[in-house]
């Protein structure tokens, strides 16, 4: 079956440190990426996608960037760290081929100070 | 691209009561429409999802509609439990643009169960 996995699981930072945050998905392959961010109380805003090793899209400006090297594996980074990067970031991922499922990760909680 | 309106943005019903929970969607090519339940500090679980060839589907207590030609889809729980308490989000896929495929999700809807 298929896992996905997302750490660290909490992380606190100061404002202008570096951020790297990990997704990586068991018991697939070739599967569409996805990053999210969820502030407080609020919905889910689409940050990046990813169809494949190298191929990235941001869905809107911003402090961060994302980069898939493996199948697998997507990462979330920032070089410097703003106060309003705090949230809840999701990693999603879907199989694609005819299927709609998307299954999301559980998340890494980032408090910036 | 796909605009989705979730309602309410809150909602508080007693034990073994039912609980309704609306969507609308803007394109008309959509065809898949999923619920999402988020319990406090976790990912986002897949609870049940509809396709745009039935107009309704059941999972035990929880079912979901679908109307085509209005556009708009809605979440039914019925016998309300607590542990039902928490934020559910609707989707419904954006298929304008190539390349790759994306959900556009509702704002969400905090649902509390009162014992």
């Known amino acids: 079956s298929q896992t996905i996995h997302q750490w660290p699981a909490t992380l606190v930072q100061p404002v202008g440190s570096p951020l790297s945050l990990e997704c990586t998905v068991e018991g697939t392959s070739n599967p569409n990426l996805y990053w999210y961010r969820q502030a407080a109380g609020r919905g889910l805003q689409l940050l990046f996608y990813s169809v494949g090793i190298g191929q990235i899209s941001s869905e809107v400006p911003q402090n961060l960037s994302a980069s898939r090297p493996q199948d697998r594996q997507f990462i979330l980074s920032s070089k410097k760290l703003l106060l309003s990067d705090s949230g809840f970031y999701l990693c999603?991922?879907?199989?694609?081929?005819?299927?709609?499922?998307?299954?999301f990760g559980p998340g890494t909680r980032l408090t910036v100070l | 691209g796909e605009n989705v309106e979730q309602h309410p943005s809150t909602l508080s019903v007693q034990e073994g009561d039912s609980a309704v929970i609306k969507c609308t969607y803007s394109d008309s090519a959509s065809n898949y429409f999923p619920w999402y339940k988020q319990e406090l500090g976790k990912g986002p679980q897949l609870i049940i999802d509809?396709?745009?060839?039935?107009g309704e589907k059941k999972d035990q207590r929880i079912a979901v509609t679908l109307n085509k030609t209005a556009k708009h889809f809605s979440l039914h729980i019925t016998e309300t439990q607590p542990e039902d308490s928490a934020v559910y989000f609707c989707a419904s896929p954006n298929t304008s643009g190539a390349g790759s495929y994306q959900l556009t999700f509702g704002k969400g809807t905090k649902l509390s169960v009162i014992p």
């Open positions: 509809i396709r745009s060839n039935v």
């Open positions: 999603a991922w879907l199989t694609g081929r005819g299927k709609d499922e998307q299954f």
